[in-house]
């Protein structure tokens, strides 16, 4: 899709004129990067949602667009671009604010989250889309992710930056990203899976449970000893201790012969 230059002029015209504001930007560059976009498949009488549930930007002023994200399966189509506003120096140094856009197929917003700055190079911020809810009606399936960034220069001008991807809601196709993307000066640092419920291409691991168990006193197991190992060699027989007799003696027994004492007559 060629980029209609009218609409950037216009832009251009709206901030000139100190008209400009984020609601004009968010209603013109969504515009700017529509797309053409296929549902592939329902679940139910839903269109698969087989895009992520959660996703982590990560400002990172090195890297400007296209960045890395291309068509897939899961992805018809993406646009990026960045527009300086009156000023040659395009490497930001701050954001005054990161807008995230979910629209559905028929491209009506169905989403929209401010995050008031200032944000610096390296820190995140995290979106949760619609589809972590109940979707009960086929108008509120994601059908496309819009990020716009209003940052500022070293001279305080303004840089505009936005990221556009249209989904194909192919329920055959997951994960339309992948972890370091990069969407322009914003990387895609994680994001969740999408739901089963939505997407039959996540695959779906059934926990394995076991009964619960009631923990017993431990204690220590008495000692015994081990276990003689039956052998084919034959047994030697037990041995016995004869008893020991002690023999009498015949010898005559000591007698002592008793000591009678003279008496002694003193003299008067």
Do not use: H
């Not at 901030?15 to 592939?40: E, Y």
């Amino acid at each position: 899709m060629e980029r209609n230059t009218g609409i950037v002029s216009f832009i251009f015209y709206l901030n000139r004129q100190k008209t400009f504001t984020m609601s004009w930007t968010r209603s013109l560059l969504f515009f700017l990067a529509t797309l053409s976009s296929t549902v592939q498949g329902q679940t139910g009488d839903l269109p698969c949602v087989c895009s992520p549930t959660t996703f982590t930007f990560k400002l990172n002023f090195n890297t400007v667009c296209p960045g890395t994200v291309d068509k897939n399966e899961g992805i018809s189509g993406i646009e990026c671009f960045g527009i300086p506003i009156d000023t040659d120096d395009i490497v930001p140094v701050k954001a005054e604010l990161i807008q995230v856009i979910e629209s559905n197929i028929g491209l009506q917003n169905i989403a929209i989250r401010d995050y008031d700055g200032p944000f610096f190079d390296g820190e995140e911020v995290t979106y949760a889309s619609v589809s972590t809810g109940d979707l009960t009606r086929p108008d509120e399936v994601p059908g496309s992710i819009q990020i716009n960034l209003r940052l500022r220069n070293a001279e305080d001008a303004i840089i505009l930056y936005a990221f556009t991807a249209r989904y194909t809601n192919n329920c055959d196709f997951t994960p339309v990203f992948e972890e370091g993307d990069v969407l322009g000066p914003i990387i895609l640092s994680s994001f969740s899976p999408a739901r089963p419920k939505y997407c039959p291409a996540v695959p779906t691991i059934f926990p394995v449970s076991s009964p619960p168990s009631s923990a017993a006193p431990v204690s220590d197991p008495p000692v015994s000893d081990p276990p003689v190992e039956p052998t084919d060699e034959p047994s030697l027989a037990p041995t016995t201790v004869a008893p020991t007799t002690v023999e009498p003696t015949t010898e005559a027994p000591t007698t002592v012969e008793p000591t009678t004492a003279e008496p002694t007559t003193a003299e008067p």
